[in-house]
């Protein structure tokens, strides 16, 4: 069972345009999304977060959009930079304070020069 | 400032034998977590550790154990290793007012024939 699923398995966009990758959950329960970067034989490393309290969370080029009816989130670059090309996961996690955190498949984006 | 730790970086195994990985987290970090990352998947969590208690554990079999030392670091230790465990290991680490937020170490590399 799939709680959190990033569909597309990859994602190619040219420099300087926005890149958006897109997660959706299944769980009402989860009150706090994540999305980190993983660069080959290198540990994730931590992009944004988002609480459910919110719907908007900017920091420099990422922003982090939340639609908690559709259950739905999306992280937004821009501009891209070829550097930004990774695998790119979003994880969810609730209120049981257990430090689970539940991640997606995961999304590859290409960024063009 | 260090980053979370773990050794060793590579690791091979034969089935049936038994291995432990280490993880040492960021400094002021009280939480240390273990996930196991299969190829083309995302993350899977398998234990979370708090002041050297158990707070959370996944869907994992008996085989996998593990604990936490009065200095936070932590072992993850697996036994009767089969194919299957052959995966990245990733420990990530959380400060104490924000435990869901997790910083990953670059994993241990483990494969077993």
């Known amino acids: 069972d799939q709680q959190v699923k990033q569909n597309s398995p990859s994602l190619s966009v040219q420099e300087g345009r926005i890149s958006i990758l897109n997660c959706d959950y299944t769980?009402?329960?989860?009150?706090?999304f994540l999305w980190y970067k993983k660069y080959p034989a290198e540990g994730p490393t931590f992009l944004i977060s988002i609480s459910s309290i919110k719907d908007k969370n900017e920091d420099g080029r990422f922003t982090v959009f939340l639609n908690k009816s559709a259950k739905h989130l999306s992280l937004h670059i821009v501009p891209s930079q070829p550097g930004d090309s990774a695998v790119y996961f979003c994880?969810?996690?609730?209120?049981?304070?257990?430090?689970?955190?539940?991640f997606g498949q995961g999304t590859t984006l290409q960024v063009k020069p | 400032d260090t980053g979370v730790t773990q050794s060793p970086t590579h690791l091979i195994k034969t089935r049936g034998q038994q291995v432990t990985l280490r993880c040492s987290p960021i400094?002021?970090?009280?939480?240390v977590s273990w996930y196991q990352q299969v190829l083309g998947q995302g993350p899977q969590f398998i234990f979370q550790?708090?002041?050297?208690?158990?707070?959370g554990r996944g869907n994992f079999p008996d085989r996998f154990s593990a604990r936490q030392f009065p200095n936070y670091s932590s072992e993850l230790n697996v036994n009767a290793l089969l194919l299957g465990d052959s995966a990245l290991y990733l420990c990530a680490s959380a400060p104490p007012m924000s435990t869901d937020t997790q910083y990953f170490g670059p994993g241990t590399r483990l494969t077993v024939l």
């Open positions: 400094s002021g970090h009280k939480s």
């Open positions: 550790y708090y002041e050297k208690e158990e707070r």
């Open positions: 994880a969810a996690t609730g209120s049981s304070n257990t430090g689970k955190l539940i």
């Open positions: 769980n009402s329960m989860f009150d706090y």
